[in-house]
């Protein structure tokens, strides 16, 4: 029997940085792919983040001369969750009386709501950073909370186990 020690301290931990890195390469990699020439590459993992964004090229950020494939608001989110994200988990021992005043998680929700339906009421007073920065906010604050959630959930399945790790 192998026990595998995890060199961030926990399962949690290990495996929320390698789905935060494999997001995040899923997201850069199409654009270096396209520039290099591998277009059916490209193409294939581009059109694998269609089901959770709009993916509409004049409002993503592009990078090396192709859109990336997710747009400003998304990258945003996803930007402030691996911040946040990254900043719970630098906190493992913070409980939930050290969480943001969940007035600010609405507050944040308020704003992503707000910059989502202002074209309707306000064209042209979006930009790609506007979107960006609502969507950044949200994730940023809404990770501390699914880190709690994560952890509480993978403490309950370690209690259960009541082992280590075997292959």
Same mark, same amino acid.
């Given at each position: 029997?192998?026990? @595998?020690? *995890?060199?961030?301290?926990? +399962?949690?931990? *290990? ?16 654009? @270096?792919?396209?520039? $290099? ?12 983040l ?5 993916? @509409?090229?004049? +409002? ?9 494939? @997710?747009?400003? +608001? ?13 900043? #719970? ?5 913070? +409980? ?7 007035r ?8 992503? #709501?707000?910059?989502? *339906?202002?074209?309707f ?21 809404? #990770?501390?909370?699914a880190?709690?959630? #994560?952890?509480?959930?993978? $403490? $309950? *399945? ?10």
């Amino acid at each position: 029997m192998v026990k @595998i020690r *995890f060199w961030c301290g926990s +399962r949690l931990a *290990f495996y929320s940085v390698a789905f935060l890195t494999f997001s995040w390469c899923l997201i850069l990699l199409p654009s @270096i792919l396209f520039s $290099e020439g591998w277009n059916a590459a490209g193409a294939l993992l581009h059109a694998s983040l269609r089901p959770i964004c709009h993916q @509409i090229p004049d +409002r993503c950020f592009h990078w090396l001369g192709y859109p990336l494939p @997710i747009c400003a +608001r998304c990258l945003g989110m996803l930007s402030g969750f691996t911040l946040g994200w990254t900043a #719970a988990l630098g906190f493992e021992s913070v +409980r939930r009386s050290c969480l943001p005043d969940r007035r600010w998680l609405w507050i944040s929700l308020g704003l992503l #709501a707000l910059d989502a *339906f202002s074209p309707f009421f306000f064209p042209n007073v979006q930009t790609h950073w506007t979107r960006f920065l609502s969507g950044f906010f949200f994730g940023l604050l809404f #990770a501390p909370y699914a880190h709690l959630g #994560a952890r509480e959930v993978s $403490e $309950e *399945f370690s209690r259960k186990q009541q082992g280590a790790v075997t292959l």
